[in-house]
C-alpha cells in the first residue's frame, strides 16, 4: 500500500472526518478511510461476472497477483502479469466474490 505522501499531493481537495480535537496538545485527528465505506457497503455495488473498471494499487512480491481497487476501500486480487504499475488503470471480470472472507477474485481483460 501507498504512503500519504504517495497518495495525495499538497493542494488536492478530499473529503475527511473529524475523529478528535485534543485542544491541550493543540491537535486534530482526520481520516479519510472511514468515509470510503466498509466492505460489505462497498461490494453491493458489484456482481459476480461484471467487467469493471479498477486501478492497479500494488503487486504480490511473489508474483502471486495484482492487488486492484474496484472502489476505495475495496481490493481484489488478479493474477500477477509483467508490466502493470502502480496507479495503472484496468478493465477486470469478477470472477468470484468470497463475502464470508472478504475477497474478490479478479481476471484483467
Not at 457497503?41 to 461476472?49: C, W
Amino acid at each position: 500500500m501507498k504512503s500519504p505522501e504517495e497518495r495525495f499531493s499538497n493542494g488536492q481537495k478530499i473529503k475527511i472526518m473529524i475523529k478528535s480535537i485534543d485542544k491541550e496538545n493543540n491537535r486534530i485527528v482526520l481520516s479519510y478511510k472511514e468515509l470510503l465505506g466498509n466492505w460489505e457497503e462497498n461490494i453491493q455495488d458489484f456482481q459476480e461476472k461484471m467487467i469493471v473498471d479498477g486501478t492497479v494499487k500494488e503487486a504480490d512480491s511473489y508474483k502471486n497477483g495484482l492487488f486492484i481497487e474496484l472502489k476505495p476501500n475495496l481490493v481484489g486480487l488478479a493474477e500477477y502479469k509483467d508490466g502493470f504499475r502502480y496507479g495503472q488503470k484496468v478493465k477486470v471480470y469478477i470472477k468470484k466474490i468470497v463475502k464470508d472472507k472478504k475477497k474478490i477474485k479478479l481476471l484483467i481483460v
